[in-house]
């Protein structure tokens, strides 16, 4: 009896600890996210009949499991989802918070996640409402929190598109506010924050944005293109950067031209932790040959 009471004991206690093993080992599995971030280029010369199914191509070829685009118009979101198989997009006017004015759209595979929240701010002093803020034009930010149906994993993604130019305090003030939508988001999942920033990851806002001073409340992030490539200078303005669980493994500039930016793209492990102290910012190497940026 004794014996008996003793086995049911350790079967118990390995049990437990067999759960325990399987729970933290779903907890640190990494999912393979396939991301793009494209500024197609406001269609405002009449150009985008020419370009839209260039840009469509790009989009199919690369065939991203999300995709952060920047300047586009209405139509151009609906031409973009209708060229698109298997996506579900998210978009916001930036001059009425409907369909009026540029957008941060951000499209998903439908079939692999699921929408958990969404929202848009403005960059300016009243973030919540339809507002022109530190810029000429108003500026926002998009952001989605999405769960990968397969795993259950769950992760935000942020697309912003920055005033341009010499208005570098509207920049800093908009990393500022982006840095405290993120560490005030609603979960502590994981986090993307992509786009047309303006600015190099050199720059004060950027090393804001990426916590590289300890500034901000959340870890430091890192850009995936500078965790690939530290040697080697890359996309001036666009930029996907990474909370510190997310692992970029591949980055690449499609430099087909469809537009006045390349499509950049960034292959990710969400939930994968990575030693943030090692990235480095990219330093005064060669640059890569692409079109102009704005």
């Keep these: 009896m004794k014996k008996q009471t003793v086995f049911i004991v350790y079967s118990i206690l390995f049990f437990s600890a067999f759960l325990v093993t399987a729970a933290k080992a779903a907890e640190t599995q990494a999912i393979d996210v396939k991301t793009m971030s494209f500024n197609v280029r406001v269609d405002v010369t009449g150009s985008w009949g020419g370009r839209k199914n260039k840009v469509a191509k790009i989009m199919n070829d690369q065939n991203p499991d999300i995709i952060g685009v920047q300047e586009a118009l209405n139509h151009q979101v609906t031409d973009i989802q209708k060229s698109l198989r298997g996506y579900a997009n998210y978009a916001v006017g930036r001059n009425d918070g409907k369909t009026g004015g540029e957008?941060?759209?951000?499209?998903?595979?439908?079939?692999?996640?699921?929408?958990?929240?969404?929202?848009?701010?403005?960059?300016?002093?009243?973030?919540?409402?339809?507002?022109?803020?530190?810029?000429?034009?108003?500026?926002?930010?998009?952001?989605?929190?999405?769960?990968?149906?397969?795993?259950?994993?769950?992760?935000?993604?942020?697309?912003?598109?920055?005033?341009?130019?010499?208005?570098?305090?509207?920049?800093?003030?908009?990393?500022?506010?982006?840095?405290?939508?993120?560490?005030?988001?609603?979960?502590?999942?994981?986090?993307?924050?992509?786009?047309?920033?303006?600015?190099?990851?050199?720059?004060?806002?950027?090393?804001?944005?990426?916590?590289?001073?300890g500034k901000t409340p959340y870890a430091r992030m890192t850009d995936a293109w500078d965790t690939i490539y530290p040697d080697v200078r890359g996309p001036r303005y666009d930029h996907i950067t990474l909370s510190k669980e997310i692992r970029p493994t591949y980055v690449e500039l499609d430099k087909r031209k469809a537009s006045d930016h390349y499509a950049l793209i960034a292959n990710l492990q969400i939930s994968s932790p990575i030693d943030i102290s090692s990235p480095i910012a990219a330093g005064e190497a060669k640059e890569l040959e692409r079109p102009v940026q704005n």
């Design 103 to 213: 957008s941060c759209a951000i499209f998903y595979k439908k079939d692999r996640f699921t929408l958990n929240d969404k929202g848009t701010f403005w960059f300016s002093d009243t973030p919540d409402k339809v507002s022109q803020g530190w810029d000429a034009w108003p500026r926002i930010c998009t952001w989605v929190h999405l769960t990968d149906k397969n795993t259950g994993k769950a992760f935000y993604v942020y697309n912003v598109h920055l005033a341009a130019f010499f208005a570098s305090g509207a920049r800093n003030k908009s990393a500022e506010l982006i840095a405290e939508r993120v560490a005030a988001r609603k979960t502590n999942d994981p986090f993307i924050v992509m786009g047309d920033f303006n600015m190099k990851t050199t720059s004060k806002g950027m090393r804001y944005l990426l916590n590289r001073e």
